[in-house]
């Protein structure tokens, strides 16, 4: 079977275009973050905390370069990839691989739930029991990273009857004009801005299985954590399938579809109760999955892909990630801190850091999408700022060409001395 289409490699964990490497645009851009560095607060030569951020501890020289990789069910399709993932991650000294296991609907592993991925080469595999022993024998991490809402983004439907498009059709997202996702071709899907078909997180079904996913997979498979990613809704307004929207009516007694016949006044409102709704939607899927891993195999580490700004997350995709870690649902947030500007990334890292703390989140950087000088940027002023751990997007993207991991340890190793200044 073909590989997957090289176009659609970084439509996960927020990547929206293959990586195709560049000249740098802006040679200057790793000068700045270094004065951006060195102006942080600095360490006596032993002294293991940042002067000034009481509670928060400086990265140890000998720390990781990069901590996690996210690596893409691209790099599962053959048996023969399986093996040069663990050895790349090994000699670069990473501590754990965010391995997509679920990808679009399908399972990446033996599942009685989900059908078997149709890229993948090989009658009768097993990627994740293939990767997993190798890695624990290189002393990695794997977490089983698990896209959630959204299913499907092929040029044509899933072949299989298990797939969940097929199976449960009234679990599909419905958009404000009634129309199912599923509905929706590739060309309609790309004009707004959509990545593919998602599921509707107030629909119990929904809820049901997406908590007996994971749970199959955590009790089948001795992964170090869940990551989930796309548990969000899509940039497009959705949720008016029949059975949220009877749901809601249950409580508020209006149906969304016609806030528009009620006063001004009372129509703000419902728009708030609605925006509230949805969001409690999504956070109950989050809550179904911890309670399932919970049930076999408690305090295994669950964190999720989220975009940076806490209130955007809320406003645009139901996702009130800042939430999630205070009451324990996650353990960690990656945050896709995925711009190509470098002073984007700092406002980013900077708000998170001032809105939820350091300790439990972790800056994820792009490299597919700007220049090596401007990654390392970013991971430096990570550093600086006190971040535990740094996480890059991704494995496949920094071996798509040769020497790219060479060349940004080259960077990251490099010491401006500002950073060294008592």
Request: aromatic residues 8%.
């Amino acid at each position: 079977m073909p590989r997957l289409d090289r176009n659609r490699r970084e439509s996960d964990a927020g990547g929206r275009n293959p990586f195709r490497p560049r000249r740098c645009m802006c040679a200057g851009l790793l000068s700045l973050v270094l004065l951006f560095a060195g102006a942080m607060p600095s360490r006596a030569a032993g002294d293991s905390t940042v002067v000034g951020v009481p509670g928060v501890t400086a990265t140890p020289d000998d720390a990781p370069a990069v901590d996690y990789l996210w690596v893409l069910r691209n790099s599962l399709v053959d048996a023969d990839d399986v093996p040069r993932v663990v050895e790349r991650a090994r000699r670069m000294g990473v501590r754990g691989l965010l391995v997509q296991v679920v990808g679009r609907g399908d399972a990446w592993y033996r599942s009685d739930l989900l059908p078997a991925p149709e890229p993948m080469n090989g009658p009768g595999r097993d990627p994740l029991g293939e990767l997993l022993p190798l890695a624990h024998a290189a002393g990695l991490e794997v977490h089983a990273w698990v896209n959630v809402c959204l299913v499907w983004s092929g040029p044509r439907p899933p072949r299989s009857p298990r797939h969940v498009l097929n199976a449960n059709p009234e679990w599909v997202a419905r958009t404000a004009d009634g129309r199912s996702m599923s509905r929706l071709t590739p060309r309609q899907l790309a004009r707004m801005g959509v990545e593919g078909v998602y599921l509707a997180p107030g629909h119990p079904g929904v809820q049901r299985w997406t908590a007996e996913m994971v749970k199959e997979l955590v009790a089948r498979y001795p992964v170090d954590g869940v990551h989930l990613d796309y548990i969000r809704q899509p940039s497009v307004p959705t949720g008016y399938d029949p059975t949220t929207r009877a749901r809601f009516a249950l409580v508020h007694r209006v149906d969304p579809l016609r806030f528009d016949r009620e006063p001004p006044v009372w129509r703000a409102h419902l728009d708030s109760l609605w925006a509230d709704f949805n969001r409690e939607q999504v956070t109950t899927v989050v809550r179904g999955i911890r309670d399932s891993v919970n049930a076999v195999r408690p305090g295994l580490p669950i964190s999720a892909a989220v975009y940076p700004d806490t209130l955007a997350a809320q406003a645009a995709r139901a996702q009130a990630w800042g939430t999630w870690l205070r009451t324990g649902l996650l353990d960690r947030a990656f945050l896709m801190c995925y711009s190509p500007a470098v002073p984007t990334v700092l406002g980013q890292l900077t708000a998170a850091a001032d809105g939820v703390g350091s300790t439990r989140v972790v800056p994820g950087i792009a490299v597919y999408n700007s220049p090596l000088t401007s990654a390392a940027a970013k991971i430096k002023a990570a550093r600086a700022m006190g971040f535990p751990a740094v996480a890059l997007y991704s494995y496949d993207s920094l071996y798509e060409r040769p020497a790219l991991w060479d060349r940004l340890r080259g960077l990251l190793d490099v010491r401006d001395p500002l950073e060294d200044r008592p």
